[in-house]
């Protein structure tokens, strides 16, 4: 059944669902733009405009938030894809805020977490963030990340086993 | 032995970090969409914009292309007419392959065996 508040181009997305998904949505932007709030918003109302037109067209074979989220990813990838150099300003200014926000926070450990994130491959920090942060499952990460299944998995181990190392100190564990 | 961290360890060590990064920016929902659907319909004024005057150039350039044509046509034929219908003389175009006599030969040269001798205006 079309919700009232569906789009005349997508019938299978609404605003309403939209709109829960609005936060979790922003943070993947922000994770796709090196952390620059106006450069995420631009590629969330980007994202809202695909849908809008219909361009990106929803048609229930993924869940929305998978299919939201790949949205993203795809206009971040298109958009720096020939912007190499605006993308490392990006990253330096990624890695300096990461120092202002550690430096607001006498919190050590995030980062030492931040350290163990930013270290990882850039595909093995897409699928931590999307498994561990927007709980996705492997298949959905995989989705939106546009690997199959199997390379996904192997993303996720390998970044997993990295962060379990990284972060073991952070984690007093028992002995047996 | 270490026990190896397991997922819900790492994702509680994750979690504040991504939160932390992520903090009390997120615009509201309704701004951004807000934008979105200015950003949309600028687009299809623009599409629409563009449209009616690529479809006003291809006109006019379909025009361009066929009114001299037309009008070459149409002038040749009003020309040709023209030119009939004041013209109070004509030739056939074979005309120049005959000879210019200056007398008639059906009148002034007699067939051989006929009489020269004239009878009220005839020949006999």
């Known amino acids: ?176 | 032995m270490e026990d190896e961290m397991n997922e819900e360890d790492i994702q509680e060590s994750l979690s504040p970090a991504f939160e932390d990064a992520h903090t009390g920016n997120t615009p509201a929902f309704d701004k951004v969409w807000a934008n979105a659907e200015a950003a949309y319909s600028r687009s299809q004024r623009r599409y629409r914009v563009v449209g009616s005057v690529a479809a006003a150039i291809a006109v006019v350039g379909i025009v361009a292309v066929l009114w001299p044509a037309q009008q070459e046509e149409f002038s040749d034929d009003f020309f040709i007419a023209d030119a009939l219908m004041n013209s109070t003389s004509w030739s056939a175009p074979s005309d120049s392959l005959m000879p210019e006599h200056q007398f008639d030969i059906y009148q002034e040269i007699p067939f051989p065996g006929v009489s020269t001798d004239r009878k009220e205006g005839s020949l006999l």
């Open chain 1, 1 to 176: 059944m079309r919700d009232y508040d569906a789009l005349d181009n997508n019938p299978h997305v609404s605003k309403t669902a939209l709109e829960a998904l609005h936060g979790q949505l922003f943070g993947w932007a922000l994770s796709r733009c090196g952390y620059d709030d106006a450069t995420a918003e631009d590629l969330m109302q980007q994202a809202y405009v695909e849908l809008l037109s219909g361009r990106a067209r929803f048609d229930n074979r993924s869940t929305l938030k998978t299919f939201v989220f790949g949205v993203v990813q795809n206009l971040a990838r298109s958009r720096f894809r020939r912007q190499n150099t605006r993308l490392r300003l990006i990253d330096s200014y990624a890695s300096e805020q990461v120092e202002t926000t550690e430096d607001e926070h006498d919190h050590g450990n995030l980062k030492v977490v931040w350290e163990a994130v930013e270290s990882l491959p850039q595909r093995q920090r897409d699928i931590t963030e999307l498994v561990f942060i927007s709980d996705m499952t492997i298949e959905e990460a995989s989705q939106v990340m546009g690997v199959s299944l199997g390379t996904g998995r192997v993303h996720y181990d390998r970044a997993k086993k990295s962060l379990a190392e990284k972060l073991a100190n952070l984690h007093p564990t028992e002995s047996m």
